[in-house]
């Protein structure tokens, strides 16, 4: 027999006696009994415990009480982890008796040992109730391949409950392995794949597969590119200039983009515009000016928002594609919410009601996320009314979400990116440093694989790109000739990023070895 003391590894961390167990329950579980049952034999190391093979004989024998003092004797186990373990086994006797008709020896374990342990007394009252129940209603005679199930079950549930060394977690070298993968691509700053991860070396990426290179350059627009955005599903992008247009851009199968439509009605520059959820519906944002609605895919407007003086700031969609708030820098005029149809939901407004520069939505609908008076910001529930403040020591001058809407971005002219949680957990925020912002607005974005970087523009007419885990950035891009007001990665090809510069261009980012789609 293998020395069970012996371990394992270059560190001999690894207890050999558990490995071998670990890869014995992996056998199993993979459907390879007979090499499972083959490696016990020669290692002399057997997968299930003497305790659980115990309780197992005991089980299938419906040999309750014999059962009954085994997990009573068991060493280690908690209050909580015994009774949880005891409740089961009583439950599976009790519904024996009650299958055979011995009503008076269900009723005496209801009353005198589930009653007594310490489980929540819901889930006593509930067991007692839908037995009695089934009772009534003739229903709680079953026959005797069901009883053979549902004692094979009350073994698998004893396994969730009880803890090692009786048991094993359940596939706990997938765990153990993926955990490994996992540390291996978490310590990769430039991981963007979603290709599977070889177990045969470890894991590390070289940039190739990251936007480094300028792919192609868009010429399009007459004046400064303000803003550029990437649609839901990675197939368009939409930029806005100071020419007083707003482009939307059809991304094509080989990675280049092409013209589709030209919206021109704005009498000032575009600075905003934002992709319905569903990509059907774009919204521009004039500067100090109204809001308009396009159909993506005609290319006409479709609705004009915010006369009589109503300056939109910015907007941010529902996720019904139905609804959407804008903010205006106006402090007597707040938060709107809008239907497509020009409609007015909800409002919210008043003296008191500073300036707003920026906001969003998080996908689930539930939180307004917005920027108040320069400093401050505020994330309302919408549907509670509940409302936590943010404040930061210098003006904001933008917002972003990431993708799952976990985390917010927020640029500061203090030349720092400041990420925080939307719940609330944190006390201080995740800080990003090197790029140059100081008296321009420079949107950032979230992007890449599960949304791991961050991009920004740049004054000094750069692209950076930071993994949310570290302050300093892992790429600075460098082609533009002006300052780069605004950056959008595509969120299903999280190889391609787009940047809008001052210099009148759209340059998009790909990576030096081309990517595979």
Known sequence: MENPLENLGSKHLIKKHEFVRIIIQCLYSLGYRKSAVSLESESGIAYKSDELESLESHILDANWDACIDCLNRLNGLTNETRASALFLVLKQCLLEYLNRGDDSSALEILQKQISGLQVAKEKVHKLAFGFLSLKELGLGKVDLDVISNLRNFLLMELEKVLPPPITLPERRLEYLVEMAVWSKIDNCVYHNSVDAISLYEDHHCDGSQFPTKTTQILTNHRNEVWYVQFSNNGNYLASSSSDCTAIIWKVLDDGNLT???????????????????????????????????????????????????????????????????????????????????????????????????????????????????????????????????????????????????????????????????????????????????????????????????????????????????????????????????????????????????????????????????
């Not at 993506?296 to 609705?303: F, M």
């Not at 309302?380 to 917002?399: K, W």
């Open 259 to 517: 013209q589709r439509h030209v919206l021109q009605s704005h009498k000032k520059p575009v600075s905003f515009v934002a992709w319905s959820p569903d990509d059907t519906m774009l919204l521009t944002c004039g500067n100090m000016e109204v809001l308009k609605l396009w159909d993506v895919e005609t290319g006409t407007c479709k609705h004009t928002y915010g006369g009589d003086g109503f300056i939109v700031s910015s907007c941010a969609w529902f996720p019904d594609s139905k609804r959407f708030v804008c903010g205006s820098s106006d402090p007597e005029k707040g938060i709107y919410m809008w239907d497509c149809e020009g409609k007015e939901i909800k409002s919210w407004r008043g003296q008191r009601m500073p300036k707003v520069l920026d906001l969003a939505v998080t996908p689930d609908g539930e939180k307004l996320i917005s920027i108040f008076s320069d400093k401050d910001i505020r994330i309302l529930n919408v549907g509670t009314g509940a409302e936590r403040v943010i404040p930061e020591e210098h003006p904001i001058t933008s917002l972003s979400l990431s993708g799952d809407g976990k985390f917010f971005i927020v640029n500061l002219n203090s030349q720092e990116i400041h990420m925080w949680d939307v719940a609330g957990e944190w006390f201080s925020p995740m800080k990003y440093k090197s790029h140059r912002q100081h008296k321009y607005v420079i949107r950032s974005c979230f992007g890449g694989l599960d949304s791991t970087f961050i991009a920004s523009g740049s004054e000094d007419s750069k692209v950076y790109i930071w993994n949310r885990r570290g302050s300093k950035p892992i790429e600075i891009l460098c082609g533009h000739t002006m300052t780069v007001n605004c950056v959008s990665w595509n969120p299903k090809r999280p190889h391609m990023l787009a940047s809008a510069s001052d210099d009148q261009t759209i340059r998009i980012w790909g990576p030096n070895v081309q990517s595979r789609q």
